[in-house]
């Protein structure tokens, strides 16, 4: 005979809330009525993740695949955009059913060395991803305001070490990433609106193709935009404001889907004004450097200047959201905090921000060694985080009603072996 459905107090939940233990689909709680203030308010995780992923590195490799191959691939950026809401909604809702943290939780139920081992993943990436986020803020301000490109690193790095120092760090810093990312969007798109780019043509580039020589940055471009280091920390921010599942549908229409289609809007207009100054001037731009030098006969010193806004607001965003990320996992699978303001989250977050600055004044460049390294580390990591999104994701008894169906399943499964086919091939070319 079935048991009645319980209803139990959670030691997780907010003070009077309960927790369903029952896993039918049909319990699942009510949504609740909101205001429109209401809505705004559950902005942020999604658009920290995609402030985290849309930084230099992304920027680089949309550059090129404009600059080398026209509008060709624009569909990358579509369907990596699409596994990346999928990915990041698993995360929004094992932040809503978990007790505990992500990490933690993977420590209780796969075993304690496989989330030591996430945390630490995600650490190292997130501190050679460093370099290229605190060269990338510093080039583009001295676009802007002339100067050394290293002088403006050093502001940069002290600009987010003095956000970082408030006591409510994860709060402070979403508010600012979600205005950065909004003045990014009306940046792009107003370089779009100068360089005209050819948008029949962008439109044919929704359709898969793959140019002779371009297998490689497809991988590049693959790895940047569908970031399940970003995807997986999603849960923490969902866990930093206590969401309940009463919470789920509308954290999907008002964060999750917006937060992570915006960065992969953005980058596609990278590749169209790329691409459309290729077409204009003949001038191939394959770095962020050569494009804003190239943007100014085509726009103006103003609209280079509208550009390279866009340019020094992803990486300065991206320079936040990694600092702040690799820190809060590393302090988790250390057992020492889930949160982005406990004091052992804070000092790894320093480290991360110290890193980048000291090698950047090293090498006054960004290294190569560096960037080959983190893109080996992502290669490792990335398949081991997307199957232990998958693999909680799927555990009834810490899901309940919120476990993943088999849509979910199928869409998880053709990211994982995107990310995997990606990291065979990124494997091949760096042995080769």
Request: with cysteine.
């Amino acid at each position: 005979m079935r048991e009645p459905n319980k209803t139990i107090a959670s030691p997780h939940a907010h003070r009077g809330q309960m927790v369903n233990t029952d896993s039918s689909p049909a319990q699942a709680a009510p949504a609740k009525r909101r205001t429109f203030l209401g809505y705004l308010a559950l902005m942020g995780p999604a658009f920290v993740v995609g402030a985290w992923q849309f930084g230099p590195g992304n920027l680089t490799t949309a550059v090129q695949a404009g600059s080398r191959f026209d509008y060709t691939l624009v569909w990358v950026i579509a369907v990596s955009t699409i596994l990346m809401i999928f990915f990041t909604d698993m995360s929004v809702r094992l932040g809503i059913a978990t007790p505990a943290s992500l990490i933690t939780s993977i420590k209780d139920h796969l075993g304690k060395w496989v989330g030591v081992l996430a945390g630490f993943g995600v650490f190292g990436i997130t501190l050679m991803f460093s370099v290229g986020n605190a060269v990338g803020s510093g080039l583009g301000l001295s676009l802007i305001f002339g100067g050394s490109p290293v002088l403006w690193t050093v502001v940069c790095t002290a600009a987010v070490g003095f956000v970082l120092a408030f006591r409510n760090v994860y709060g402070i810093v979403e508010k600012a990433l979600l205005v950065i990312v909004v003045l990014m969007g009306l940046a792009f798109i107003a370089s779009t609106v100068v360089a005209q780019p050819d948008w029949y043509r962008s439109m044919e580039g929704l359709i898969p193709s793959l140019p002779p020589g371009s297998e490689i940055l497809v991988v590049a471009l693959v790895g940047t935009n569908f970031s399940i280091n970003a995807a997986f920390y999603t849960s923490y921010g969902i866990k930093e404001h206590r969401r309940s599942r009463a919470d789920y549908r509308d954290i999907t229409l008002v964060d999750t889907i917006p937060g992570i289609v915006a960065p992969g809007i953005m980058t596609a207009l990278v590749i169209m004004v790329a691409a459309a100054v290729l077409g204009k001037t003949g001038a191939e731009a394959g770095t962020i450097n050569a494009l804003a030098s190239v943007f100014t006969p085509l726009a103006g010193p103003i609209g280079a200047m509208v550009f390279a806004l866009g340019l020094s607001g992803a990486a300065f965003s991206s320079m936040i959201a990694n600092a702040t990320a690799g820190g809060t996992m590393l302090s988790d699978a250390l057992g020492r905090g889930a949160q982005a303001g406990s004091a052992t989250a804070r000092i790894f977050t320093g480290v991360i921000l110290a890193f980048g600055l000291v090698i950047t004044l090293s090498f006054q460049a960004s290294p190569v060694g560096l960037i080959v390294i983190a893109q080996s580390l992502t290669v490792l990591i990335a398949p081991l985080l997307g199957v232990l999104i998958v693999i909680m994701a799927n555990k009834t008894s810490i899901m309940g009603d919120l476990r993943n169906r088999w849509w979910h399943n199928l869409l998880g499964a053709i990211g994982l072996i995107t990310i995997i086919a990606s990291s065979i091939r990124l494997i091949t070319t760096l042995i080769g």
